[in-house]
């Protein structure tokens, strides 16, 4: 099947950064991306729909000037967790469709010092 | 899309088949099931879908009644790397990328040595 691929996998930082993170389509083209957030012990969490060429899709609750979302280009969407805090910290996943299946990264665990 | 219910937890010994249940009783005709499974700290992985009729694959088979309004993800020969949160969806299959999907909680399966 289709890969997705997240980078970074783990990250840690100090409380008042920022962090980027990435999501990519190794083998195909995604118009449009979507960025899950996790707590522990809990499901995915619908964050945002990311599409290539305009503005995010943001769900309601979801601060869009904490969570800013690029998506450049048809394979790289990038979600930047602005000034995080210790309560940022989560599981990150991205996910993209390819001939209509749902493919997902592998997360990217982010923990706020 | 119409809601699943599944059971919190479930325990299977190691060889054995796991049968996992998913009731979706107000699941539409166009609504497809998909199974996707979650390891820890790993993003979700698809496992299989089906539509009317019982499916199979390398991984794992799904049963769904005759009525579609519960289906049951059968592994055939559990081990311990098949320890994972199990989520059934249903979903509208669609050839498009802007459709994501929602998670419910899922079975947290522990396969016992």
């Known amino acids: 099947g289709a890969v997705v691929s997240q980078h970074p996998s783990r990250v840690i930082c100090k409380s008042g950064t920022s962090v980027k993170i990435e999501c990519r389509s190794l083998?195909?083209?995604?118009?449009?991306m979507f960025w899950y957030r996790q707590f522990p012990k809990q499901s995915l969490m619908l964050m945002a729909t990311?599409?290539?060429?305009?503005?995010?899709?943001?769900e309601q609750g979801v601060e869009k000037d904490k969570f800013l979302i690029n998506h450049a280009s048809l394979t790289l969407s990038t979600l930047t967790v602005t000034s995080a805090h210790p309560e940022d910290s989560s599981f990150y996943i991205c996910?993209?469709?390819?001939?209509?299946?749902?493919?997902f990264g592998e997360g990217s665990r982010l923990t706020v010092l | 899309d119409a809601k699943t219910t599944q059971p919190p937890s479930m325990d299977c010994a190691e060889g054995r088949a796991a049968n996992l249940p998913c009731n979706h009783s107000?699941?539409?005709?166009?609504?497809?099931v998909y199974w996707y499974r979650q390891i820890h700290s790993q993003g979700p992985q698809y496992i299989i879908h089906?539509?009317?009729n019982n499916e199979t694959n390398e991984m794992a088979s799904l049963i769904i009644t005759e009525d579609r309004k519960s289906s049951t993800l059968i592994l055939p020969h559990a081990t311990l790397r098949d320890t994972a949160v199990y989520y059934c969806?249903?979903?509208?299959?669609?050839?498009?990328?802007?459709?994501?999907?929602?998670f419910g909680s899922g079975t947290q399966l522990t396969v016992l040595p």
């Open positions: 990311s599409n290539e060429g305009s503005k995010a899709t943001y």
């Open positions: 107000t699941i539409s005709g166009n609504e497809y």
């Open positions: 089906g539509l009317k």
């Open positions: 996910s993209a469709r390819d001939a209509g299946e749902l493919f």
């Open positions: 083998d195909f083209q995604a118009t449009t």
């Open positions: 969806i249903a979903e509208r299959r669609s050839s498009g990328s802007a459709r994501q999907l929602t």
